[in-house]
């Protein structure tokens, strides 16, 4: 893969090549046997190495205490798993689960082959007590026992690549990362691994189940997925995009409780929620993208930890992550990829690295010093295998210590539309002085109990932090904002 799509661009990571047989195995779930694209072992393996790529991706949440807590209530619910039943297949039984508290601020939980399980600071900061969260991590390390991301690579065609890892819950950036993703790559048809509505329905039952059998009121899970509905309904869509194949938040809202009453006619008693120690576990917890992680105001995305601004163009819009930050413009056909180059230590080095990859035919190169800062460009182009032609525009800079590469291409055929903006990007690229973007602190938490009733909205200070709405509040506490909140109890209030 060409250095310059390392970085991938949506919630899903890592790409692998699909499997040349299908392998017939007993399911540890059912106990029947079924097909599926990879062996147990290579499921472990798959998992262990996209796990060090979906760090590096998003960032673990740095929250020891909450980390350590996740892990204990996964570790619970794997003890009455089918990962530890008597009549569990011994290659299953006793396997290694990681779980993991992401830094992203999205409202996500997923999970990949062979016990690696993601949840996001963003979910975390959704939920309202233990039992929700239990659900979740049932319902994610259901996907695993049932093995249905190895289901779904059988079903796929061979030769094709696959992305093993797709979200469960949550909201994604709204764009189209296969036409982004394909734009950047022709070395083969990338083609997301989605769940089925069945699988879905399947990691539901086996949530409440494993929440059940633990004693934990398992009907609670319905009230995140009313949340994960108001989410929805807030951004104006029905269902995020990337969720189409999964069943409506509204009908797992309905269903989760009937699945929990299921089980509490089998006599399983579900009385543990939890509220207050959950809570008092994520008070503080970071709320929204952390800026001092670089955002995006008025044009110009600044980054206080690293003390640099770039100008954004005009109609493209910022993603940010922990490995790169990506400028995409609305059609999706330019796009600006900026990260640090740590291989290289100066910036000819760093474009010479990439202009030196094999496919890549170099126009022109020299130096520039845009702002004073030592640098380099360079213009290339790469031709893909459908035959179509990217004209890539790179230029890397030494600043503070470290050598930064912007890297914007788009078709040849569109390059001279886009060249001005490509350039502008890099030419604008500045130390950062002012002492109010230096000093910004991320949006927190707080948790606080109400000394009288009061409706929600009540609550509310009357500044909060830009870019939150008193509803988002609200669905962050699972209350509606005229909602009658009685003296004593505990809700989450965001502070700056």
């Known amino acids: ?36 694209g990879y062996s147990w072992e290579q499921e472990l393996q798959l998992g262990k190495e996209a796990d060090a790529e979906i760090i590096a991706q998003y960032g673990l949440y740095d929250d020891e205490e909450l980390a350590n807590y996740v892990t204990k209530l996964g570790n619970e619910l794997l003890e009455v798993s089918h990962f530890s039943r008597e009549d569990t297949p011994n290659e299953y039984k006793n396997t290694d689960f990681t779980f993991r508290v992401l830094g992203s601020p999205v409202v996500n939980a997923f999970a990949l082959p062979g016990g690696y399980v993601y949840v996001t600071r963003g979910l975390m900061a959704h939920l309202e007590n233990e039992a929700q969260l239990m659900v979740v991590l049932g319902h994610e390390i259901g996907h695993v026992a049932a093995r249905h991301a190895s289901q779904r690579a059988a079903e796929q065609q061979f030769g094709q690549l696959a992305i093993i890892g797709g979200a469960v819950l949550g909201e994604s950036i709204g764009l189209d990362g296969g036409n982004i993703l394909q734009l950047s790559s022709q070395t083969a048809q990338l083609l997301f ?6 699988d879905e329905r399947e ?25 994960l509905k108001r989410i929805s309904e807030k951004s104006g869509q029905s269902i995020p995009s990337h969720l189409s194949s999964h069943p409506d938040p509204g009908e797992r809202e309905k269903n989760i409780p ?18 207050e120690e959950y809570l008092n576990m994520i008070d503080n917890i970071m709320y929204g993208p952390n800026p001092r992680e670089g955002f995006e105001r008025n044009g110009i995305f600044y980054h206080p930890d690293l003390k640099f601004q770039f100008p954004v163009p005009a109609g493209f819009s910022v993603i940010n992550q922990a490995s790169a930050v990506i400028l995409v413009n609305e059609s999706q ?9 740590n291989e290289n230590s100066t910036p000819e080095a760093s474009v010479k690295a990439f202009l030196n990859q094999e496919g890549v035919n170099t126009t022109k190169q020299s130096s520039t010093n845009p702002n004073g800062l ?28 470290n050598i930064y590469r912007f890297l914007s291409y788009t078709t040849s055929q569109q390059f001279g539309e886009y060249e001005k903006q490509f350039a502008a990007v890099p030419d604008g690229f ?19 109990k109400t000394t009288r009733s009061g409706s929600f909205s009540s609550f509310l200070p009357s500044n909060l932090p830009m870019n939150i709405e008193p509803l988002d509040i609200a669905i962050i506490n699972q209350v509606q904002l005229d909602q009658n909140i009685s003296a004593g109890s505990w809700i989450k209030i965001p502070k700056q």
């Open 1 to 36: 893969m060409n250095s310059f799509i390392k970085t991938t661009i949506l919630v899903v990571i890592t790409a692998l090549v699909l499997p040349s047989c299908v392998s017939i195995q007993t399911s540890p779930v059912s106990g029947n046997k079924r097909a599926y």
């Open 193 to 198: 691994l989605s769940y089925s509505r069945d």
């Open 203 to 227: 990691s539901d039952q086996l949530g409440v189940e494993y929440s059940a059998m633990k004693g934990y009121k398992a009907a609670e899970g319905g009230e995140f997925f009313t949340s």
């Open 258 to 275: 009937e699945l929990a009453a299921e089980w509490a006619q089998k006599g399983y008693e579900q009385t543990i929620v939890d509220n």
């Open 333 to 341: 056909d330019a796009i600006v990829q900026f990260s640090i180059d």
């Open 374 to 401: 030592n640098g380099y460009e360079a213009e290339a182009n790469l031709q893909q295998e459908d035959g179509t032609s990217l004209t890539i525009d790179i230029t890397a800079l030494s600043y503070n210590g």
């Open 430 to 448: 500045d130390r950062l002085t002012d002492s109010s973007i230096l000093n910004i602190k991320p949006v927190r938490l707080e948790l606080v």
